[in-house]
Nanobody, 113 residues
């Protein structure tokens, strides 16, 4: 099982990014998926989760209204659209598959002017 994140980068405050998590070796169709992030010196925190069919999503209070999690089960891929970025969103963002307890390697998001 492998999870590969991409889409991170350096962006100015107020900007947007779309993170992708491509999963191999495991069909995500029947299972929920999550995105976490870890800022320097802080614990890893859950930012968003989505049910298997995509009908239910949950977000950390700090990102509600700015982040959108989605999935394409035909592509075995999960996405995180992040808008209105703030400097405090700077972190490594990780994809997580709870069903198999696997993490991706992470993608760095840096918000700075």
């Amino acid at each position: 099982v492998q999870l590969v994140e991409s889409g991170g980068g350096l962006v100015q405050p107020g900007g947007s990014l779309r993170l992708s998590c491509v999963v191999s070796g495991f069909r995500i169709s029947y299972y929920g998926m999550s995105w976490y992030r870890q800022a320097p010196g802080k614990e890893r925190e859950l930012v968003a989760s989505i049910t298997s069919g995509g009908g239910i999503t949950n977000y950390a209070d700090s990102v509600k209204g700015r982040f959108t999690i989605s999935r394409d089960n035909t592509k075995n891929t999960v996405y995180l659209q992040i808008d209105s970025l703030k400097p405090e969103d700077t972190a490594v963002y990780y994809c997580y598959a709870p069903r198999v307890a696997r993490w991706g390697q992470g993608t760095q998001v840096t918000v700075s002017s």
